[in-house]
């Protein structure tokens, strides 16, 4: 019965478009709460896995659901490695300085550069938005540019003029790269019971462009700072785990591929599998961290020892900098460590059977394909990193989600329609410590509903499910997102 | 013992508010009339010195030493007069907080204040002197607001995350090149760009801190402390700015020099108006502040917030961010106050100012606080807390001056071996704080979000 289910699903997901988001879709079967879901049947059935386990980052969840519910280390990090800890901390807070400056172990910002210091985008160890106000600049969202091609290593070929991503903030005398300006349009849509709901499409504009106007072939990708929880338990998936659910061909036929990315890792100079970033595109915290040092603060490292400045920018290329590199092995080992070990914050309101049939329905539904629900560690991990049953509510493969949400960049094997299934766990507390429900790659989706209903393409199956729920069901879901 | 003593005693003489009515039982008055008189004090500081003598009225924790801690709490009384213990409540504790934190804020602006007269002299008619003046008012301003420091970090008036302009008060690392010239970079900085910035006035500077979100942070008392000692060159000493570089010219040193001095008295006046924002949210009585909606709270909401700040200032900070940091990477400068070697002082005062928080002490006053609260659920935790707390503070004075010379050399240097064994007792403290939360039924967070 359920397999008949999601083939007829698949086929009306293939069609989906967001004209179909409008309240054109057929009428669908509704989800019985009480449906069992051992929906992929090429995957090897998942042990009944119990609703409303409120340690979803395994030993090392923490009980905090306030302001620093994202910000606290790892409970089962022993008291001996917790100074270590703080350290991290210290320098993810820590804003970099002009070079030359007396404060020689953080001076060397920029020359161009989106931001300070890591917590300014990853604020409170949480999650960047697009711009509220008008007059707001970016902060906590970057562009992602590149032209047609690859570059040496596989990845994305850069804007000559720009580079990788475009830095809004300079030192003085350096101009800054230029300025974004999103405008939405609004789209209306009904669920299957006739509710509205309106969706926002953002467009771009680039203004101020201090090295001539983009190309006509540009690739723009904006992505929000993901929250900074778990990272290392992520880390610590073993590839074999995470390539188990990769089902590249849809040989099950599911309507949901998963396919993982490969990517080049700098330290072992070689491919390897991609597990961070929006498109996965980073194989290890150390690269992710060394890449957004130099590309968003604008800080050399021993993996990323050039300055951030493209042929263009004489003024970037002749400025001082803060050594070679401006940040060394000691703090990027410190940064990765403080990253690797950032708690996941506990569940909350699991007794409460609202939420309980809102997990259901999330299984139910279909959204489980994909944010898979539970994952065990690799043994021979860092020890409190180590064995743990975790609940990240993702299987970090890449799933085509229509070309609503396309940046249509590809990045390594990514293509311009894939995004990475982002981790849910944490999510419910977004809106406590960023003070934002702003979700997607770039923040498009104001809350939950929106956020599920622009999922299309593979998620499309899921989403229509979602929108054919009645009222009740639907706030059930949110429910229980809202208690990760 | 002795300079250490006077040290403190100085700089709380800096920092005491109004005087109060003597009391039946009074820290630090061995004779027992009711109030501390230097005799007392002698007395207390012998006995610490282990120089003989008795008096039970300054070792308030009856552990047979008088610590530094006990100290301070007889040097208050003795300026300001006695006021008893009353029986805690929550709410009491929460009324002691907003009241202690209101009269440190007084203190702050009281000193902020002086510094911005010191300026405005020294700008108007620059000479060593007159730089001199202001030096001495920049060190004398710092005590207090490094005691207040335990009231961040849980959204409170100094550093919410919309409104708290805690950013522009004690910004650092400050970025120095943004505001006047540094070594390798004669023509660095706003000072020097005239072509950029025609007129450097409090406005602008506002505009430079409140622009885009990630303007570079102009102002605050590291801003200041800039453009009074300039870079830190020295092994030995701090900085060693002339005072000619406010003086314009044949005399006058660097370029520029009517911008510099019209940038730090822009920067003084920005310095005050911004704390008297953050005091202004502390004044009891006022429909509509922080404190209205403080004392209104839950009493346990408040004292979570209280707890979240203790405990976030002695681990995330002052552990991680001020001591750990400057340990590992050995970076010379990897200091607070770089420019004036004055980052001992911070360290003491950040963690004396934890200590007013748990013991409700300020201004003469002590308690009720959270102290009170354990004791009646777990008195030999509220022991141990205070205690470890007294031994932190110890272990922070024994760390040699100046902190940038400290951390050097092999983990075997005096210097470090000093810096490790506070760090060993932060931790403690760290610990010991968040057990004294969950003894009162609260779990906080003590990591710097």
Redo the contacts between chains.
């Keep these: 019965m359920t397999k008949v289910w999601h083939v007829r699903l698949a086929a009306i997901g293939l069609a989906a478009n967001l004209a179909a988001c409008g309240g054109g879709g057929q009428p669908l079967p509704q989800a019985t709460p009480n449906a069992t879901t051992t929906a992929r049947p090429t995957v090897t059935p998942a042990p009944a896995e119990p609703l409303g386990d409120v340690l979803s980052g395994g030993a090392g969840t923490v009980?905090?659901a306030?302001?620093?519910a994202?910000?606290?280390?790892a409970r089962n990090l022993p008291?001996d490695r917790?100074?270590a800890?703080?350290?991290g901390?210290?320098?993810f807070?820590?804003?970099?300085?002009?070079?030359?400056?007396?404060?020689?172990?953080?001076?060397g910002?920029g020359p161009v550069?989106?931001?300070?210091s890591c917590s300014?985008c990853h604020?409170?160890?949480g999650r960047g938005r697009p711009p509220i106000k008008p007059d707001?600049?970016f902060?906590g969202m970057l562009f992602r540019l590149s032209i047609p091609g690859q570059a040496a290593d596989g990845g994305p070929l850069p804007e000559p003029s720009y580079g990788n991503q475009l830095n809004?903030?300079a030192?003085?005398?350096v101009p800054a790269e230029g300025h974004a300006v999103a405008t939405y349009e609004e789209l209306s849509g009904a669920y299957a019971d006739g509710e509205t709901y309106s969706l926002r499409r953002p467009t771009y504009d680039f203004v101020d462009l201090a090295f001539g106007p983009l190309p006509d072939d540009i690739q723009v990708s904006p992505r929000t700072a993901p929250f900074m929880i778990g990272l290392g338990l992520l880390e610590a998936l073993s590839e074999a785990n995470i390539l188990a659910r990769a089902d590249p061909d849809d040989a099950d036929g599911d309507g949901i591929s998963g396919r993982a990315n490969t990517v080049w890792d700098v330290r072992q100079q070689t491919t390897a599998l991609g597990r961070f970033g929006w498109k996965a595109n980073v194989p290890s915290l150390e690269q992710q961290n060394s890449g957004a040092f130099n590309g968003d603060i604008g800080i050399t490292s021993p993996l990323f020892p050039t300055q951030n400045c493209t042929a263009a920018q004489a003024a970037c290329l002749a400025a001082?900098d803060g050594g070679e590199p401006e940040a060394d092995q000691?703090?990027i080992d410190?940064v990765t460590f403080y990253s690797r070990f950032l708690a996941v914050p506990a569940r909350r309101d699991v007794a409460d059977p609202t939420v309980l049939h809102g997990e259901q329905l999330f299984r139910d539904v279909g959204c489980a394909a994909c944010h898979v629900t539970s994952f065990t560690t690799r043994a021979d991990a860092d020890s409190p990193l180590a064995n743990q049953r975790i609940h990240p509510f993702t299987d970090l493969l890449l799933h085509d989600m229509g070309a609503a949400l396309a940046d249509d960049r590809p990045d390594f094997a990514a293509d311009g329609q894939e995004w990475r299934t982002p981790p849910l766990w944490g999510i419910g507390l977004i809106g406590t410590v960023n003070?934002h429900q702003l979700f997607l790659h770039d923040g498009r989706a104001r809350g939950f509903a929106e956020a599920i209903l622009w999922h299309d393409g593979e998620g499309a199956a899921a989403r229509e499910m979602f929108r054919h729920l009645p009222s009740a069901d639907r706030a059930a879901l949110i429910r229980f997102l809202e208690s990760l | 013992m002795g300079a250490i003593v006077f040290g403190l005693a100085l700089s709380l003489a800096l920092t005491v508010g109004a005087g109060r009515a003597s009391a039946q039982s009074c820290a630090g008055d061995c004779d027992g009339d009711g109030s501390v008189s230097i005799g007392d004090l002698v007395s207390g500081v012998n006995l610490a010195l282990g120089s003989g003598g008795d008096c039970d009225a300054v070792d308030t924790n009856t552990d047979g030493e008088v610590s530094i801690s006990e100290l301070v709490t007889a040097v208050t009384n003795a300026l300001d007069g006695c006021t008893p213990v009353g029986p805690a409540t929550r709410a009491g504790v929460v009324e002691r907080y907003a009241a202690l934190l209101y009269a440190n804020y007084g203190d702050v602006l009281t000193g902020a204040t002086a510094l911005r007269t010191a300026i405005d002299a020294f700008v108007a008619a620059p000479s060593a002197a007159g730089l001199q003046a202001a030096k001495d008012a920049w060190l004398a301003s710092r005590p207090a607001y490094l005691q207040t420091e335990m009231a961040r970090f849980y959204d409170g008036p100094i550093d919410n995350a919309a409104t708290g302009p805690e950013g522009f008060i004690n910004a650092w690392p400050l970025d120095e090149a943004y505001i006047d010239y540094v070594v390798g970079s004669a023509d660095a900085g706003i000072i020097n760009a005239p072509d950029l910035y025609p007129a450097i006035t409090p406005e602008v500077l506002v505009e430079l801190n409140e622009g885009e979100s990630e303007t570079t942070i102009a102002s605050g008392y590291h801003a200041i402390e800039f453009l009074l000692w300039g870079q830190d060159l020295s092994d030995t000493g701090p900085g060693n700015r002339p005072f000619n570089d406010y003086v314009t010219g044949s005399s006058g040193t660097a370029s520029n020099q009517a911008r510099r001095g019209d940038y730090l008295r822009a920067a003084a006046k920005l310095l005050l108006d911004d704390l008297t924002l953050v005091r202004d949210q502390w004044e009891p009585g006022v429909e509509g502040n922080y404190r209205a909606a403080f004392v209104a709270l839950n009493a346990d909401e408040a004292l979570r917030r209280l707890l979240t700040g203790m405990g976030t200032m002695s681990g995330g900070e002052l552990t991680g961010q001020r001591l750990s940091v400057a340990f590992d990477t050995k970076d010379q400068e990897d200091e607070h106050s770089c420019f004036s070697d004055n980052t001992h002082v911070d360290h003491r005062n950040d963690e004396i100012g934890i200590q007013n928080a748990f013991l409700g002490r300020y201004g003469g006053v002590t308690g009720p606080g959270i102290y009170d609260l354990v004791k009646a659920v777990d008195p030999t935790l509220a022991d141990a807390t205070r205690n470890v707390m007294d031994e932190a503070l110890t272990a922070i004075f024994a760390i040699p001056v100046p902190f940038d010379q400290a951390i050097q050399g092999p983990d075997s240097s005096p210097g470090r071996v000093a810096i490790a064994a506070a760090i060993a007792k932060l931790n403690q403290q760290t610990d010991k704080i968040a057990l004294s939360a969950e003894a009162l039924g609260i779990s906080i967070s003590t990591t710097s979000p």
């Design positions: 009980n905090d306030t302001l620093s994202f910000a606290q280390p008291l917790r100074t800890f703080f350290v901390n210290a320098l807070n820590r804003d970099w300085v002009i070079a030359p400056s007396s404060t020689t172990g953080s001076d910002l550069f989106n931001a300070r300014s604020f409170r160890d707001e600049s902060i809004q903030a030192i003085l005398r001082p000691k703090k410190s003070k």
